[in-house]
């Protein structure tokens, strides 16, 4: 842990503000320097109060008190980064990204769906090193930051922000880390060491690309299926379109086992989750009721290309990328138009 005395979290949103706040109430990284990357009135909230984290089972908040700019121009360069940016923030962000970084420096990329660096160190999918463009648009990404820097990051962690300066974790965490080539580094143990130590429940893994499609199985089928019928997850799961899911599911499920990847779970038993998670809004669904560009690559077009690659079909998901495409353009539309 003591190689690690310059932290960034780059996005303190929800997960990251949840991040960030742990680690700057750590013990184990005294004299540590914690720094967030956040904006409006939660950055102005967090320097004037601190962070408040609200964890199940306590009555009281956490509250932390850690640097926080909207400029990563005023920091210095840093041993880590953490970014919990989602997939289609990460080109504008990634050349702040890399001047944050040390030349040695590590950067975790917590991220939901297919990321950018996918192929990179890949030795079971027969397309090592491949780049596939709509992930990273010019390569921007790869270039800048580095896939050999990355250690992957999984999270299954419910989190919502209640307020600027305040948010409150739903849920116990758990936090899958591993390095795109597979390697069990004493830097990847390092991490998770400080991170299991600041609160999290942290599991590392030689196969970081396995926990990437278990939480992809639920990601693409329940992300856009709810932005297009603005439903919860009982809600689809108790109506009409389960049989969707269904079919979503099993592509997936498909194109993962073609690329080399072992999902520990059957659709079924992903369903019968998802039927678990009751009342929850997607990260998709929030971000259209809130006006805000929908991830649609890392979770909806990447199935469709890496089926491609792997020739595997995958009608029911390449209907699905048609019509969220068509309302996230029709949702750009307004904005303009606002």
Not at 158 to 178: F, K, Y
Not at 269 to 292: F, P, V
Request: hydrophobic share 45%.
């Amino acid at each position: 842990m003591t190689n690690f005395r310059n932290i960034c979290i780059f996005g303190a949103g929800a997960i990251g503000g949840a991040l960030a706040a742990r680690l700057a109430a750590s013990p184990a990284l005294s004299g540590a320097t914690i720094t967030a990357i956040a904006r409006g009135a939660h950055l102005k909230a967090i320097r004037e109060n601190g962070l408040h984290l609200h964890e199940p089972g306590k009555t009281e908040p956490l509250v932390a008190r850690f640097s926080a700019t909207d400029n990563a121009s005023d920091l210095n360069p840093q041993d880590l980064v953490i970014v919990t940016l989602k997939g289609h923030q990460l080109t504008s962000a990634s050349a702040d990204i890399a001047r944050l970084l040390k030349p040695d420096g590590r950067v975790v990329m917590i991220q939901n769906g297919i990321p950018w660096w996918y192929f990179h160190g890949d030795k079971a999918s027969g397309l090592e090193g491949r780049q596939v463009e709509a992930l990273d648009p010019g390569g921007l990404v790869w270039q800048r930051i580095g896939p050999e820097r990355v250690i992957g990051g999984v999270i299954y962690q419910g989190a919502q922000m209640l307020e600027p300066g305040h948010i409150r974790l739903t849920s116990d965490g758990l936090l899958h880390l591993g390095a795109p080539s597979g390697t069990m580094s004493a830097e990847l143990g390092a991490i998770a060491d400080l991170l299991q130590a600041s609160g999290w429940t942290i599991k590392t893994t030689a196969r970081i690309r396995d926990e990437i499609w278990l939480k992809f199985l639920g990601n693409a089928a329940f992300n856009p299926i709810s932005a297009l019928t603005r439903g919860r997850i009982m809600d689809i799961m108790n109506g009409p379109a389960v049989d969707l899911v269904k079919q979503v599911m099993t592509e997936v499920h498909s194109v993962a086992e073609r690329l080399g990847c072992h999902v520990s779970e059957t659709v079924e038993q992903k369903m019968e989750h998802g039927r678990g998670l009751g009342n929850a809004k997607t990260s998709m669904l929030q971000d259209l009721e809130q006006g805000r560009p929908m991830e649609i690559t890392p979770l909806t077009r990447a199935i469709t290309l890496l089926g491609r690659m792997a020739n595997v079909p995958t009608p029911a998901n390449d209907i699905l990328l048609s019509l969220i495409s068509q309302l996230d353009q029709s949702m750009a539309d307004a904005r303009r138009e606002a």
